[in-house]
DNA sequence: CATTAATCGAGACGGTACGTCAAGTCTTGCA
DNA sequence: TGCAAGACTTGACGTACCGTCTCGATTAATG
């Protein structure tokens, strides 16, 4: 998924890339980003982790930002979204899932340095979308047909609608998650996962007591 | 503020420091983020944009990070609050004038970049929040203050649990927006922000039709 | 020989350094020197020169220093002993032969130069002795070889008091011209040559007529 | 002497220079010297060690190359011609002498440095001449004349031989002596001293028992 | 089963930027 | 005015990675 593959149709003659070696180099690649973080991570250094040539690793990546987006989405594909019997409980869960992923150095030092580089890189901007956030999107989805089946939530009015709204959702609180935790640096833990789902759920203005409508 | 002063009890002997130099060098820095983004910023040529040799650069700042945390905070001071009349449309406001900061290039390529470095120097994260981070929670800080004064919102219990709160909005205010803007790279719109005050005042459960509550 | 092989056992694994960038280098040093002369020989200069980048060139030779000695040494590898027939003549041969390479502005420069680098620097004063001094005492030795040969000279007693009195002689021949050339700072002209070798030959208490004994 | 005086006929105005200034100037010079050599001599650090500031310095010297002239020249002045009764013993006397002063790292590290700026520094060339090498030129009067009045050597035909034979001399005596302890770096010590005497005296060719003539 | 064509390791290559250091000048304020 | 302090411009330093290249040595599938 991540490489390209060397030739248009098939691979026809010659030696075939190792297949082992992909998987290496992304596991080195998060290894170096532990250790080094963004700005001291070097290719040089990846490739001798993974046991591979420098050569062998620009042959499958165009550089250092797609090289650092397919490591740290692997990371990502970890979220799952058990039923947890309700809308609050659900969305509390995958924030403090969420969380623990941002507390890996791997994925903080990563993350936000591809984004940056995003900025002025649209090929690398489609990547992050395809491979991040496209992907746990279905987080969103998922959760709110299950609340949608519950009876927690109205139906959209067409598809269009369930789409933006969607969005607006994965925004707010991946966003919510990455700001405390990277920006503001202050843990995303049950407390603030809890008030977080409260005013996500209910607003600002709600003034019930807490947990009556959980 | 931003720049070391010199001596320790005070600028006594020799040269002073040429105050013009350190406008100079923030403006430069920024001219070159447009130019070059974050990762093609290099100090020598900030230095000759600025008119000023690199070590006066270096006497002044640690590094590349330092500067442009300096650099970018100046910009994040252009926000303002004016009452428009009804919470809602205050944050509506706020969000559209981040979200105006962030579709420029010096702040787009900055801020994540240097928020990416952050996440392994204590120092930085330290710089960051005290320029950007609790520089515009004033915002957040007036806003609720005005919605009480409206009676929109109920006061706090104590001054713990209002900084926690204030911390929270703004969290999600700024996360969302910084999301939708950079990792979704989705403009931040009218319709955008009309949606997003409508969940953060209201919440998901609300079922009312839009405007009615405003 | 003046550089480092890359390798302890053979060349073998990578791509092979260019044969054609030491020869370039070297020249492009001795090009430089005579420009710019010592203080100003700078080595991204000489790579410009040469051809090369920068890195080439600190791959192959530790610095300055070093490099200067390899471009120095090949300048004295000129120096011949054609037999002229009598000691004195061979003798007024190889001064004018030194003092003409001293003319040369790359020479002045640079030899002075890296011996008081050398001063301070066992491993450059190493280089020095290897590639210049002891390569150049092969002149003396021969020369004195044909003397003896011409029965102008007496054999040594042994091998030890035969290497006692070649050093000796190399410092006195070396050491007057270089002293009169760079220190004095006057021309060793043939009138110079034959004076030195008649004082040199029959010393200060000789009181025969010019041209007696040769 | 060495410093140029600040005005045409006395220094008047303003406030006087400290006389005082020049010998810790030169002392803190020579100290530099010894500690880190000519090439990481720097002119901040001598000022410093002086306790002068550097535009005191720059004011009574045009530079590196000046200062350490001036500085080592001083070293040469202790040197002395005692009659040893006879011309060989004198010889041997201050051979011994001048070696010892270039066994220091102060007069070792600078005297070669100067020299090679020199070979491209007119004005540079001229202060060495005037204040080291012309100076240094009394011993060989000296001893040549002490040994005509012993009717060890003959008196010269006319002015311009005699200063011929005196730059020979000269030149042949500190050209050895500096070639053997810097170039060759072996220590020219008393053995060799005796060596290179009696062939200065009685030439290569002479065969007589060693001690014989003196 | 030999050929063939791509991949592999190793490492040199031309570049660019780094952060530091020294040279020499300029600008203060004090004596 | 001389002087100490120290900021200033300039430019070289030596290092580290970049991404490309040139090698000789493996490897499969093809012919």
Redesign the interface.
Known sequence: MQSRSPTGRAGRAGRPRSAAADTAILAATRAALVEL???KLNLGDVAARAGVAKTTLYRRWPGKNELVVDAVAELFDELELPDRGS?AADIEGVVRQFAAILER?EA??G???V??????DDAL?AR??ALI?DRQKRLVREGRARAQRRG???AERDARQAA?VV??????V???????T?????PADED?AR??TR?????????GTPGD?R
């Not at 969005?167 to 707010?172: G, K, S, T, V, Y």
């Not at 005013?199 to 003034?207: H, N, S, Y």
Request: charged share 25%.
């Open positions: 973080g963004w700005s809308l150095p903080r030092s993350l936000m340095a984004v940056a580089e995003a900025t002025r901007r992050i979308r956030v927690e939530l109205p933006r969005d607006l959702i994965f925004d707010m991946a966003g919510a998650v990455v700001h405390r990277l920006v503001s640096a202050e603030w008030g977080f005013v996500l759920l209910c607003g600002l203005f709600d003034t409508r």
